[in-house]
């Protein structure tokens, strides 16, 4: 058909604007409530905003008193990293050596996958943080089964040491979503992958390493990726569990931002500390994907 | 032979499910805790049978505090989770298939600022956005909870996506010579197969919005106003608590709706975390 070409034009013409139609509310939203407010926290974090009045330009003060004269932000910092660095991986191993267990239940397989995905489904809730604050406070059921078997008991939200492996423990328990993401990496690897290799001579253990960990490498990557995000983010269960205590041993990065901006209305400095965070964060990111490179495998380099 | 096998189908299901106890025993804690008088909340508390079975903690948690009942926060909490849910999926499902289906100038540059959206924390945003809504005289209402799902959540963008992809694209063509326009073939063709992936962002929705906290936290301050989430975590408040077992109670009444979503649709949320790797 030769007819097109005039039409054609304004064909495209048409499609552009019937494209923005369809994209407008992720462009106003784009721009009203993520560009924008990023731009101003940048603004605000070199001011001495406190929601009264007009923020006044005082440079790097917010930065500088950050880093030199609060130690309450590096204790945040430093809760927050051991909190990210442990419990991520914690939680990452386990819901991999769970979803290889459920792999290899034959029957059954969608009952235990349920239950072990429960805690997950529930786990952003209140209640999961407030049931924990009772779990684990003095006497609560971990320390009364502790007693029914003879254990010592201990003040696990009271003490600073434990306190914040309290936190640890609950992130951990709710591996069900990274879990099902493993399982369903595990049921794409090939059969034949597996029967070749035994051909060979590999047992289970070798197999893990040479075909199960290799192929999976793109899934634990997301995965990671995700999870440091989320573990650096986290705020509610330091707020309902322990409120950043004992001596501020469980005092979160945001819940600290979120005690800044909202107690003390210091919002100049709360917009400096996301700021700081978003640098960490978008290291953290860059550093996993340049470091893929050397252990993710596509499938596609493979074959 | 045989009796080999069986034997270790045995000790599978006995360590798995063991196991799969183990980890739901704190929610079964928590329900069993709901049943217990509040004197003996924590007397033996690891026990999970109640010595007499104590329902009235539901009524009396029902009573909420302030002469605010639980159903003022039950509603409150409905009404800003339904609203916000046809929102997100009805504005997601437009933008999905504008950047799935339609050619045009800059989409490239679009959908990379959207998957970095999705990236990008909520609690970076969150003191600006509250100056802004602050600014707006927002405060201590539901729009800055409510308004902003109207323009797309990433997530579920690109979740919509993945799906519409998997449509053939002569469908649309057939559709074209037989006269329909871009709209029409969005609503009559589009819509209607892409119900799956609707669902599964509705789903998600739900949860996200039902257990919001922050969101609540930050811009509610008239106890009226407060939904579920916020309302819980006030009637659990270490300082003042007594009334362990209505707390419990409160609890374990708050998670039920997230509870029955997921027993009736869990096939959705499953194939909605495998395939994009979101969470609940």
Redesign the interface.
């Given at each position: 058909m030769k007819v097109t070409p005039p039409n054609k034009k304004l064909n495209t013409g048409n499609k552009n604007v019937t494209g923005y139609a369809f994209i407008s509310p992720f462009l106003i939203g784009f721009f009203s409530l993520t560009i924008f407010p990023i731009l101003y926290s940048l603004y605000l974090s070199f001011t001495d905003f406190d929601m009264m009045g007009t923020p006044n330009w005082i440079g790097l003060e917010n930065y500088t008193r950050m880093f030199t004269s609060d130690p309450t932000f590096w204790k945040s910092m430093k809760v927050t990293f051991f909190y990210a660095g442990v419990a991520v991986p914690i939680r990452l191993v386990f819901a991999l050596l769970v979803a290889l267990a459920l792999n290899k239940v034959v029957e059954m397989v969608g009952l235990y996958r349920t239950l072990l995905y429960l805690p997950s489904v529930v786990g952003g809730s209140i209640a999961v943080s407030i049931m924990w604050r009772q779990l684990f406070g003095n006497d609560g059921a971990f320390n009364s089964i502790l007693a029914a078997i003879g254990l010592p008991t201990h003040s696990w939200l009271g003490d600073p040491g434990t306190a914040i492996w309290t936190l640890i423990v609950l992130y951990g328990w709710q591996f069900g979503s990274s879990m099902l993401i493993f399982l369903a990496g595990l049921r794409n690897i090939p059969k034949t992958f597996y029967e070749a290799s035994s051909v060979d001579g590999a047992g289970p253990i070798r197999q893990f390493f040479i075909i199960t960990i290799p192929l999976l490498t793109p899934v634990i990557l997301f995965n990671t990726i995700m999870q440091v995000i989320q573990g650096f983010m986290a705020f509610t269960p330091s707020f309902v569990v322990t409120n950043g205590g004992p001596v501020n041993s469980t005092l979160l990065y945001v819940l600290y931002m979120y005690q800044r901006a909202f107690e003390y209305f210091d919002m100049g400095y709360a917009s400096a500390m996301a700021w700081v965070m978003l640098v960490i964060i978008a290291i953290f990111t860059a550093l996993i994907f340049k470091s893929s490179e050397h252990w993710v495998h596509y499938e596609s380099d493979t074959k | 032979m045989k009796k080999k096998k069986i034997t270790k189908?045995t000790i599978?299901?006995v360590l798995?499910?063991s196991?799969?106890?183990i980890?739901?025993y704190?929610?079964i804690?928590?329900v069993s805790?709901s049943l217990k008088k509040s004197e003996n909340v924590?007397v033996?508390?690891?026990?999970l049978i109640p010595n007499e079975w104590h329902f009235a903690n539901y009524i009396e948690g029902w009573n909420g505090f302030a002469g605010i009942t639980f159903g003022t926060f039950f509603w409150n909490s409905t009404v800003i989770t339904v609203i916000a849910t046809v929102g997100s999926i009805a504005?997601s499902t437009?933008?999905a298939?504008?950047?799935a289906r339609?050619?045009?100038?800059g989409?490239k540059i679009?959908f990379v600022?959207?998957m970095l959206?999705m990236?990008?924390?909520?609690?970076?945003?969150?003191?600006?956005?509250?100056?802004?809504f602050?600014q707006f005289g927002w405060i201590d209402t539901y729009l800055p909870l409510i308004l902003?799902t109207?323009?797309?959540i990433p997530f579920f963008?690109f979740l919509i996506m993945q799906f519409i992809r998997t449509i053939p694209m002569e469908l649309d063509e057939a559709a074209k010579i037989d006269g329909c326009n871009?709209f029409d073939i969005?609503f009559r063709i589009i819509v209607p197969l892409i119900i799956p992936a609707m669902m599964t962002s509705a789903i998600f929705s739900f949860?996200?919005r039902?257990?919001d906290?922050?969101g609540p936290l930050?811009y509610l301050s008239t106890p009226e106003k407060y939904p579920?989430?916020?309302a819980?975590?006030l009637f659990?408040d270490?300082n003042s608590v007594t009334n362990?077992g209505a707390?419990?109670a409160m609890?374990?009444l708050?998670?039920l709706p997230?509870?029955v979503i997921?027993f009736v649709f869990?096939r959705y949320?499953?194939d909605g975390?495998?395939?994009t790797?979101?969470?609940?």
């Open positions: - | 189908k599978q299901h798995m499910g196991f799969a106890l980890m739901i704190p929610l804690w928590m805790s924590f033996n508390s690891h026990s504005s437009l933008i298939y504008g950047f339609i050619k045009f100038a989409k679009w600022a959207m959206t990236m990008l924390p909520f609690e970076m945003v969150m003191i600006p956005q509250y100056i802004m602050n902003p109207f323009f797309g963008i871009t969005f949860y996200w039902w257990d906290f922050m930050i579920v989430s916020l819980l975590k659990s270490p362990w707390m419990f609890s374990t708050s998670i997230i509870f997921f869990q949320i499953v975390i495998s395939s790797g979101m969470k609940a």
